[in-house]
């Protein structure tokens, strides 16, 4: 089956639909976050309910227009840490397909597992690019590791396996609690209703 | 004062050509290009915009980024004493090649996203037959997030009369759960309800679409891709070579 | 037209929503479905338009809805919504904000579909025409007002020229000068209408035969003089008019056997009534 074909038949009208939600749950977060004063970004959430809801294709799609949009209205570095979302979409897609939506401390545990993997991911490109720097409330780790005397590479890895495990696991715990409260009714519209469901009946 | 708004296809080329050269160029052409390009903008039409949200976003990071690296840099044994300040001299390299690429790239972005606006950019992949689900999700990313946030002043402000407290860490968790929930509970049914209507709108079409008007480029624009194209080439065959 | 054989809906827990319905709706047919609730209502309208399985996949369907001899939810999905258009209730959501302005948004499903140009320009000014919105062809679909935006949102569904036009209570957010405009667009429309509205200033000026959902079960009433006969008997338990007030609101030539066709006062009504006893 050739790519048209396969977006043809899985992007149906429910699925961009949501698609859309999650990328403006993406860029929403950030007013969310600063709202109730919160030290975290949770700006991987619409991603992380797309890929449970709707897989991993999709989710993939939501983070790169998610990255563009925000490098349009936030700032332009958002653009050079779309590999780190691709990772987020991947992994979250994966994860629940294994059934790590069904209970909240197995979504608290794929979402560290996902924090660890996302730090991997944008250590290099964060270091490389801006020198750690990201002119956010986690730059006085990246200073703190420098100081110790750590390379920039590892200063900006510890900063990332410090704090992204944290913000993953509560996006995810997040993710855990909206879809657990969803109806089943409007949970079935979505392809990915079985892996969030136990089938007990 | 430029009045032109180009064409998404030279812009989009124009972006290109900066990321290419954000990694090719050498700090001082770096820095030159991307001086040219500021003044350049300062006679566009939507220069002011360009230049605020430069001075907004890039020179803070810049200069961070510039003092963190001249200051703290301990794989370094040499260093330099001006006027009573030890620098790191790998430190100074190091901070030179990260702020001019900065300069360069981020300029180069937000000139892409002043000069061709999300909506031109939709409706040019519309005309030229990509997915329209595609163009749904680009062009109603930013409204939906208005619309998110229109939803989400109201809840909180419904969930503040009712008493909320947000002292400490536990109770804003709790206040986060209990806004967030409703928040997107609300935001994907209604999704789910706009699939419905979308359906009904013909987005499920298989046949190939007409358009209203043809989008082509004018005069200017092609010269431009032409040029772009050029230099893209060139920068290319020169770093392959070289 | 559309033909419902043996329908039967249950819920989650198994409990029939609707049980054993059989009807038909013919060609310029204008159908009210007159529910106890507007959920019952909504249901049957997805039921209709063939999109029930994807709107309650937790409900169980037994029986089939007909659409020219055919399943209706078998129909693939393009071609299905170009003969039976849904207008849910929240209009809003219909505009795709996809164009950004009023032309090309009610241009857009004909573009999809893949209609000449000329044609497209040709329709989509009649249909602004219609709707008195060609002042408002060059505006965002973003910066209209409500009432503006719900007249866009139908037209870009009556411009794609669907035989049946299903409105899933249409009134909802409508002010008065709306639900006249709704109602004029509606009488000139050419094809089969099925609305679903509380509002039964709205459904007695169009509607030529009902469905009621009662407790009891769904009940087809074939004509308004047959409504108004079993609302005449307190047959009908859902919340509609009384017969009289109904009488007057229908005003229709062919409510009755009678000379006359058309009645404004009390004292005409009194004359039909004292010619239905």
Known sequence: MNISEYLRRNITPPVFSLMTVGVAINLGMGQVVALLKIPL???????????????????????????????????PAMMFFIPTMLVIAL???????????????????????????????SAPISAYLFGGITLAGTDFLVLYFRATGQELLQAVLYQGLASDPIDKGITFLLAFLILSKMPRNLLMRFPGYHYLRQRDA | MIRYLPHPVPVFLFLVLIIISGFTLSIEV????????????????????????????????????????????????????????????????????????????????????????????????????????????????????????????????????????????????????????????????????????????????????????????????????????????????????? | MIKAVNLTLKDESEKPVVSNLSFEIYKNDRIAILGRKSELSTLLCHALAGILQRTHPSYSVSGSILYAGQPIEEIDSHERTNKIAYVPPFADLLISGVKDTVFGEVALSLELTGIERDLIHE??????????????????????????????????????????????????????????????????????????DPNPYIWAAIAGRFITIEKSGIVPYDSPAALIHALEKDAVHIDVPSWQELLLMLRQPLIIDTEVTSFRSLGSLRTIIRAMQ
């Not at chain 2, 230049?51 to 200051?71: D, E, H, Q, S």
Request: charged fraction near 15%.
């Open chain 1, 41 to 75: 970004y949770l700006d991987s959430l619409g991603t992380v309910i797309v890929a449970a809801m709707c897989g991993i294709i999709p989710a993939m799609i939501t983070g790169i227009i998610s990255n563009l949009l925000a490098s349009a209205v936030f700032s």
């Open chain 1, 91 to 121: 992994l979250a897609g994966i994860l629940t397909r294994k059934g790590f939506f069904l209970r909240w401390w197995k979504a608290v545990l794929g979402g560290m597992i996902v924090g660890v993997c996302a730090a991997i991911v």
């Open chain 2, 30 to 242: 770096r820095f030159i290009v991307s001086v040219m390009l500021l003044l350049l903008f300062t006679f566009h039409i939507h220069g002011n915009k360009i230049l605020r949200t430069i001075v907004r976003i890039v020179i803070p990071l810049c200069i961070a980024i510039g003092l963190f690296m001249t200051f703290i840099y301990p794989e370094t044994e040499q260093w330099l004493t001006i006027a009573g300040i030890r620098l790191s001299r790998d430190g100074l390299t190091a901070a030179g090649e990260m702020t001019s690429r900065i300069l360069l790239l981020f300029t180069g972005i937000i000139a892409f996203f002043n000069l061709i606006t999300i909506q031109r950019l939709g409706s040019y992949l519309y005309q030229n037959n990509l997915p329209v689900w595609l163009v749904f999700i680009l062009i109603n990313g930013l409204k939906f997030v208005d619309r998110f946030k229109y939803k989400l002043s109201e809840i909180h402000f419904y969930q503040r009369l009712r008493g909320m407290p947000l002292e400490n860490i536990w109770q804003r968790w709790k206040a986060t759960v209990k806004i967030l929930i409703p928040l997107l509970y609300f935001m994907i049914e209604e999704s789910s309800n706009r699939a419905i209507a979308l359906e009904m709108r013909g987005f499920t079409a298989t046949t190939r679409r007409t358009t209203l008007k043809p989008d082509r480029q004018s005069t200017i624009d092609k010269i431009i891709t032409i040029l772009i194209s050029g230099i893209i080439i060139f920068i290319l065959l020169r770093s392959i070579l070289l």
């Open chain 3, 123 to 196: 329709r989509v000014n009649r249909i602004l025409q219609r709707f008195a919105i060609e002042k408002l062809s060059n505006r965002d679909p973003d910066e209209l007002s409500g009432g503006e935006r719900h007249k866009v949102a139908l037209a870009a569904m009556i411009v794609r020229a669907p035989d049946v036009l299903i409105l899933d209570n249409p009134s909802m957010f409508l002010d008065t000068t709306g639900v006249n405009n709704l109602l004029s667009i509606l009488r000139a429309y050419n094809g089969t209408i099925i609305i679903a």
